[in-house]
């Protein structure tokens, strides 16, 4: 059955930047991200309900409760700039940004707490997913940057930083914790984030003016990570680390296929092999 839970885990994580994508049409990216992180946060205290983890909170110390808040910012900071870039850029391409959080996270992984551990293979790696994300993001003609592209690529690219961070922080000082528990507690942050950003600029009002459609996707894409958690914490219960993680980054291949029949977004020869050198990279590094 984790085989099942860890597809489940990828399919759903795939899917939520095409229902956020077709959520921000025509709403503010943080007025999105605000109204979906409390889909989100929802979902995360079931997840801690189920489990029973909740009578734990007393026992965790300050160190880690630090650590969650600051993770929780960066994890806010990440969600706010993905949207951000989903709502000015093509699926595909913001996707496979995104994605190359992994380089980040892996060198800083390599030179903040010495993981050198089958080095070779890490930076064969990411260096596969440097090269794929750049033949991604790639126009039809070679070129990969005018005008129109730098606002969705720096957000994009911001993205990936803040969700690296968010892993740093977490190997840094999130001990002592359980995983669905700490979870929760740092969608908190999120959560407060997401609508100190939105008062701040004044898009409040909006609220009340979104689009029903647009508000369906949206929680759509809240419930649709939520899901994503579940399996993916059900999977690694049940079936062997080496192998769930793996199937989980899967998700960039839902991602583009769905782009392909809700938005028409091809892929070029380019962008094909990208997506396959960003695939063989991150499975090299976690099998």
Not at 20 to 28: C, E, F, M, P, V
Not at 142 to 166: C, E, K, N, P, Q
Not at 214 to 240: K, M
Not at 258 to 276: D, I, M, N, P, Y
Request: net charge positive; glycine share 10%; aromatic share 8%.
């Amino acid at each position: 059955m984790w085989i099942g839970y860890a597809l489940g885990s990828a399919f759903f994580a795939g899917i939520v930047a095409i229902l956020a994508k077709i959520g921000i049409r025509n709403t503010s990216s943080n007025v999105a991200t605000a109204i979906r992180t409390v889909v989100v946060l929802i979902v995360a205290w079931l997840m801690v309900l189920v489990v029973g983890s909740a009578g734990t909170l007393s026992s965790v110390s300050t160190r880690t409760l630090l650590f969650l808040a600051l993770s929780g910012l960066a994890t806010g900071a990440s969600w706010l700039c993905y949207f951000r870039a989903l709502q000015l850029g093509p699926v595909n391409k913001v996707a496979a940004v995104d994605k190359s959080s992994l380089i980040l996270t892996v060198l800083l992984g390599i030179i903040v707490f010495g993981e050198t551990t089958n080095l070779l293979t890490k930076l064969l790696g990411i260096t596969a997913i440097g090269i794929g994300t750049y033949l991604m993001i790639q126009h039809a003609n070679g070129t990969v940057l005018d005008s129109a592209d730098r606002t969705w690529l720096i957000y994009a690219a911001l993205s990936a930083v803040f969700a690296s961070l968010t892993a740093v922080l977490a190997k840094a000082g999130i001990t002592g914790i359980e995983s669905n528990l700490g979870t929760a507690l740092r969608t908190c942050v999120v959560l407060m984030m997401a609508w100190v950003v939105v008062f701040v600029a004044g898009e409040q009002s909006q609220v009340r003016g979104i689009p029903r459609r647009d508000l369906i996707f949206i929680c759509l894409s809240g419930v649709a990570t939520g899901a994503s958690w579940l399996c993916f914490y059900r999977a690694l219960q049940e079936g062997p680390v080496s192998a769930v993680i793996p199937i989980d980054k899967l998700s960039i291949l839902v991602t583009v296929a769905f782009a392909f029949v809700v938005f028409g977004e091809r892929l070029t020869r380019r962008g094909a092999v990208g997506l396959t050198l960003i695939v063989a990279g991150t499975l090299a590094m976690v099998l």
